[in-house]
């Protein structure tokens, strides 16, 4: 028999046709509605391989009921959505999508940079309101990007990549990372600071940080206030990074300027989250890897590590290198 494959969300007609070839496919029909947990459940316990996205709990209650699981291929850099001791201990392979969403990502993450530095939704509601009658000299003034201090936490690849972009906006920019990054400092100039002097030094403080028990709330209410006064926060990495409740404190108190969010605590948000009422605030829906040709590469991805997996292949990206033997 085939193995059986589950896609926990709806893919390009392409995606699907070349899993289909070799394997059993179902697929959940919704591009923009999650499978229900049940439903996602009900599929696992018979399922060989699942190709899921970032949203999808895959914990022990999970691993429990798919004796016959073998893969887990998902969707996105990140697998904080995976138990990953529990699927070592159930013998099943996590894979993620590294590398390939780099640029597409960072390219996301100055746009939203830039995007609230110069107040760009806001403007363009304005226009939209019929509220543009006149020119006036402090009209929605923003604040320059070019010749400023970024301070980048988390200098990973995307990391990286964000800093060679602010490079060519002759920024000067400051990093901090679990470890030295001697690469971006002697290419870049990048310079390493300390979490603190980091906050205290950048105009602009953008996370990229991944999501760990290290990271989970990493940003309280005490990191903003050491922040300046005229200073903008962007968030592209993950929403538990952040306490919430202190960036929307620290917002309406003016200790920071303003915030650019790509990545929530609980996704989706509501459209009263009170974000949403913030002039200051540029919201966006995880869009980071948003194009067309790296969600098509992220999801080829996935199909090679189900494909290595079956074919007793090492994966490209295993997450969990203790779970098989190739």
């Known amino acids: 028999m085939k193995p059986f494959v589950y896609i926990t969300r709806k893919v390009p007609d392409e995606i699907y046709a070349r899993l289909a070839k070799v394997y059993k496919v179902e697929m959940w029909p919704e591009e923009d509605k999650a499978v229900p947990r049940e439903i996602l459940l009900e599929k696992a316990s018979v399922a060989n391989a699942l190709l899921t996205v970032i949203s999808d709990q895959i914990d022990e209650e999970l691993f429990s009921c798919a004796s016959n699981l073998k893969v887990v291929a998902n969707m996105a850099v990140g697998f904080d ?37 110069r107040r760009m ?44 972009r602010a490079a060519g906006f002759d920024m000067e920019i400051l990093y901090h990372n679990r470890r030295r990054h001697e690469v971006a400092e002697e290419m870049l100039g990048a310079q390493y600071r300390e979490f603190d002097e980091l906050l205290e030094e950048a105009d602009f403080v ?89 969600r098509l590469a ?13 074919e007793e292949r090492p994966p490209r990206t295993l997450v969990n290198k203790d779970v098989l033997q190739f």
């Open 206 to 294: 953008v996370c990229l940080a991944p999501l760990n028990d290290d990271t989970r709330g990493m940003f309280q209410r005490k990191h903003f206030q050491k922040m300046k006064k005229e200073a903008i926060f962007i968030n592209a990495s993950r929403g538990p990074i952040i306490n919430e409740q202190a960036l929307l404190d620290a917002l309406e108190a003016g200790e920071i300027a303003a915030a650019g969010l790509d990545v929530f605590d609980q996704e989706p948000i509501s459209k009263n989250h009170p974000f949403l009422a913030m002039k200051n605030v540029v919201a966006l829906p995880h869009i980071g890897s948003a194009s067309k040709e790296t």
């Open 121 to 164: 939704t806001e403007a363009s509601e304005f226009v939209k309101d019929g509220k543009w009658t006149s020119w006036a000299p402090m009209m929605l003034v923003g604040t320059d990007v070019h010749h400023k201090k970024i301070g980048i936490v988390g200098m990973g690849k995307i990391g990286t990549a964000v800093a060679k």
């Open 81 to 117: 959505n995976i138990d990953l001791e529990k699927a070592s201990r159930f013998g099943v392979a996590v894979c993620n999508t590294p590398e390939v969403l780099t640029d597409t990502t960072a390219d996301l993450t100055f746009a939203l940079l830039l995007a609230t530095a």
């Open 298 to 310: 992220m999801m080829t991805m996935c199909c090679d590590n189900i494909d290595a997996v079956f």
